[in-house]
């Protein structure tokens, strides 16, 4: 009997073999890498439950052949090897396999030393750990990203004592501690190892149950975790986690695939060839973090919202649901407006992305978009307008009326988007005026005083990018440009037409261009600007009429595009040269940009320095929330 088992583990490796070869890949089992043999050191760890699925291959020349890549047997007749197979699928059999292998650790994979036997018959019946005695080999430090991932698992594994998790990108231990709402720098107790390893166990039970690639588990854990949390999931038996998995599968292809998110900068897209959109009416619902009487910012969006619904002839209805604060009032509003029957919805705050991304995995017939810029998650959509080709406008018309050269700027934190505009503003600037410098504050810090030393720098005019504390809600946008006296006249405004935004979206949803905007496992966010109709800048009629047709002139080239501002070299503080030739920067580079231009005097605030409400928005979208204690 176990012969005859040999023989079908034996058909099993002979044609994983054949398919390699087919492939051109070796069919034989891998060796320990060379350079695992010049690490730095080695440390003995004693016995430890090896994953099976993390056996990579022997360190034994001579065994290599042998085995196929999965430790499938590949002699052939009655022989010394197969006998011993043999015998020993007949003690797993009787009495189980006890004694552990050697074997050596190296980047999270290890390779057997003693004991390759073994490993075949136990892989063969499916065993999950086996025991073994192992050495770990420490590579030698470096800035590849597996290495620096790596030496964090070894401070993770001095604290912790797990080494079933392999993480290969830097972060994301710290991301796991977090997600856990452990300690990141200190030992776990037995208790939260207990409940961890009980949780990954089956969490990775059900991965794998729904055809998941074993590699792929750590990382699926922790965008399940993202969005289902682990308090409310550590008790959770693996079929509730398969269900749940089910509907987070395009979240976790875009981690994996790291396909991040696709911008779309234009409002032209092809419709359908076959669709009928007849004039089947929709319920649109608004959640707003706010009051449209207090905060401009909703009440931007409300006249918005209003304008969309006139224009739609009757299709959209909309439902508005205010001052939605704190995640169980925003999951309460979601419940309650898709109970309703809404089956678009708008979230105008990042502070409502993660309720967002829960409602949409468990009510995939609903659309849910919010307003925000770089959300990683296919499951919702996001949308938010290109403000800094209107900040270089404006900064062109600053560099005009400054005459000693000195402009003040104030954003409210860094965050995506934010720091292109603080940059678009100083390109308009140096554009007309090659020896002026910005003077860069922000709003959102605990210490405040920004006017104060704005005025005592000897500014001139000031643009005001402040846009979670401003109220001036007779006005659709929250940036101006005005000079810093007792009465501050504007001199431009940007304009932002929530209406054409909204409006814009409904349309591609009701003709049929929604579908057609998803590229790959990708995140869909869409990034209109002043050459969609969404942006613009009001100039003043008491500004100059020279001046009035330079704005007009530069508004034009950038809205046909032959006037780009980030084309040409760009120089960072320092006068580090980032970018030369006439090409501009990518919209993803734009987007993304984490430096300020070399004529800007000041600097990013720390996150400890910002206001709560700032800190809020900085961990979802600051440009550096990786560094976010």
């Keep these: 009997m176990p012969y005859e088992i ?35 050191r080695r440390e003995f760890l004693g016995v430890l439950d090896i994953p099976v699925q993390a056996i990579a291959g022997t360190r034994t020349e001579s065994r290599r052949t042998s085995f196929s890549p999965s430790f499938y047997p590949l002699l052939e007749g009655r022989c010394e090897f197969s006998t011993k197979w043999a015998e ?47 050495t770990r080999l420490i590579p030698e430090p470096s800035d590849d990203p597996e290495i620096v991932a790596y030496y964090e698992f070894l401070q993770f594994y001095r604290l912790t004592g797990i080494h079933y998790v392999p993480f290969r990108r830097p972060g994301e231990y710290a991301e796991l501690a977090k997600l856990l709402d452990y300690p990141d720098n200190a030992s776990w107790s037995a208790e939260q190892i207990y409940a961890f390893r009980s949780f990954f166990y089956t969490f990775q039970d059900a991965f794998l149950g729904r055809g998941g690639n074993p590699d792929a588990v750590p990382e699926g854990m922790l965008v399940y975790l993202h969005i289902f949390g682990y308090e409310d999931s550590r008790h959770k038996l693996p079929a509730d986690i398969s269900r749940e998995l089910a509907s987070v599968r395009s979240e976790i292809e875009n981690r994996l695939d790291q396909a991040g998110v696709t911008l779309l900068l234009d409002t032209d897209a092809k419709r359908p060839f076959i669709h009928v959109s007849g004039a089947r009416e929709i319920q649109a619902a608004f959640l707003h973090g706010g009051d449209a009487r207090l905060s401009g910012w909703v009440h931007a969006h409300e006249m918005g919202r209003r304008a969309m619904e006139l224009s739609m002839d009757g299709q959209v209805h909309t439902m508005v649901y205010e001052d939605v604060v ?21 979230t105008t705050t990042p502070a409502m992305v993660p309720a967002s991304v829960k409602a949409a995995v468990a009510n995939p017939q609903v659309k849910i978009l919010n307003c925000s810029l770089n959300v990683a998650h296919p499951s919702i959509r996001t949308y938010y307008p290109r403000m800094y080709e209107a900040e270089f406008l404006k900064g062109a018309l600053a560099g ?14 860094p965050i995506y988007g934010t720091i292109a505009s603080i940059n678009a503003f100083a390109r308009g600037v140096r554009m007309v005026n090659p020896r002026a410098n910005i003077y860069l504050e ?4 605990a210490e405040g005083g920004w006017m104060e030393r704005l005025t005592a720098a000897g500014v001139s005019y000031i643009d005001n990018l402040s846009m979670l504390t401003n109220d001036e809600y007779g006005i659709l946008a929250s940036e101006r440009l005005v000079a810093p006296d007792d009465a501050p006249h504007n001199r431009a405004i940007t304009l932002c037409r929530w209406g054409e935004v ?8 009701l003709d049929g261009r929604w579908k057609g905007d998803v590229r790959g496992s990708s995140a869909t966010n869409y990034w209109w600007g002043m050459s969609q109709g969404v942006v613009d800048v009001i100039c003043s009629r008491t500004l100059p009429d020279s001046t009035l047709q330079l704005m007009d002139l530069l508004r034009e080239a950038l809205c046909s595009y032959r006037l780009l501002p980030f084309s040409g070299a760009l120089r960072r503080q320092g006068g580090e040269v980032l970018h030369r030739g006439r090409e501009s920067l990518s919209a993803e580079e734009i987007l993304t ?15 400890e320095t910002l206001t709560p409400k700032a800190q809020e928005l900085v961990r979802l979208q600051g440009v550096n929330r990786e560094e976010v204690p």
């Excluded at 552990?100 to 290890?110: F, G, S």
């Excluded at 050269?405 to 934190?413: E, L, M, P």
Aim: aromatic fraction near 10%; proline fraction near 4%; charged fraction near 25%.
């Design 88 to 134: 020993l699928c007949d003690a797993h059999l009787s009495e189980g396999i006890r004694d552990p292998i050697k074997a050596v650790e190296y980047l999270h994979r290890y390779y057997v030393v003693e004991g390759n036997k073994r490993v075949s018959v136990l892989k063969f019946f499916g065993a999950v750990n086996l025991p073994g005695e192992v």
């Design 502 to 509: 909204y409006k814009k979206l409904m349309a591609r949803i």
């Design 400 to 413: 005009t009326l400054a005459p000693g050269g000195k402009v003040g700027y104030v954003a409210d934190c």
């Design 593 to 607: 940009m984490d430096w300020l231009c070399e004529n800007i005097v000041g600097s990013f605030p720390s996150y």
């Design 6 to 40: 040999y023989r079908q583990a034996l058909r099993l490796g002979q044609k994983e073999a054949r398919l390699c070869v087919s492939q051109g890949k070796d069919p034989y089992l891998q060796m320990l890498p060379e350079e695992a043999e010049r690490c730095i």
């Design 442 to 445: 922000w709003s959102e810090t």
């Design 326 to 346: 704190g995640e169980q009032a925003i999951t309460q509003a979601l419940e309650d407006a898709i109970g309703k029957g809404a089956e678009v919805i708008f």
